[in-house]
């Protein structure tokens, strides 16, 4: 069975300039979790969805970032415009109706 | 204000040796998960706990529950280099699924 997917594994981009990452859950998993890795840290989370819905998005930064999950399977994660301190690892997990997380590889973005 | 504190934040230790690396908070868990992250890619399940007390087995790895539901603690007995890694605990704190994450502990295992 295929796990998270995460694309791009890396991007490096200028201050100021959006970027989007990609994420296709394990299949028939409902939740999906964006988290925010920095270095030396533990994952934070951005946003959580039940199926096509954000039920917690409390901690994303909404004057940049957005996030979508339509037909509630693959997601999508956008920064626009980065900034410097956006330079982090940014993971994908996904669950089925159980605290039990299954992660991604994660998308490391430099933002220059 | 961080809700989950490991220590020690880095360990380097020789094969063979013994090691507990802590999870500490002052608030009560729904659960408590332990993962292990190595370079490049995500966290992988290593155990979840719910019961105060619990105790797990993972081969060489154990995992303790405190009884009050604030800590827990992971020991690896006889470490190899293959154990290497951040080691990350997360606790649910009200049985949403929401997963409040440690900073890690990272091991390094010398051959």
């Known amino acids: 069975e295929a796990g998270v997917v995460q694309s791009p594994r890396y991007k490096i981009i200028e201050k100021k300039q959006p970027v989007a990452f990609w994420c296709n859950p394990i299949?028939?998993?409902?939740?999906l979790y964006w988290y925010r890795q920095n270095l030396g840290q533990g994952p934070e989370l951005l946003i959580r969805?039940?199926?096509?819905?954000?039920?917690?998005d409390s901690q994303l930064p909404k004057d940049r970032f957005s996030a979508e999950r339509l037909k509630g399977v693959d997601s999508t994660l956008k920064i626009q415009p980065a900034e410097l301190g956006d330079s982090a690892v940014y993971l994908c997990?996904?669950?089925?109706?159980?605290?039990?997380?299954?992660f991604g590889p994660g998308t490391r973005l430099t933002v220059l | 204000t961080q809700l989950l504190e490991q220590s020690p934040q880095f360990l380097s230790i020789q094969e063979g040796e013994n090691l507990t690396v802590y999870c500490n908070s002052s608030s009560v868990f729904s659960s408590l998960q332990w993962y292990r992250q190595e370079p490049g890619e995500g966290p992988v399940l290593l155990v979840t706990?719910?019961?105060?007390?619990e105790v797990k087995k993972l081969k060489r790895l154990t995992f303790q529950f405190g009884d009050a539901r604030k800590d827990s603690s992971l020991h690896i007995t006889a470490a190899q280099p293959g154990d290497t890694g951040l080691y990350l605990c997360?606790?649910?704190?009200?049985?949403?699924?929401?997963?409040?994450f440690g900073s890690g502990t990272r091991l390094l295992v010398r051959p």
């Open positions: 969805y039940e199926n096509e819905e954000a039920v917690d």
């Open positions: 997990a996904s669950s089925l109706g159980a605290p039990t997380q299954y």
């Open positions: 706990v719910v019961t105060g007390g």
């Open positions: 299949s028939g998993h409902n939740t």
């Open positions: 997360a606790a649910e704190m009200d049985s949403s699924y929401k997963l409040i």
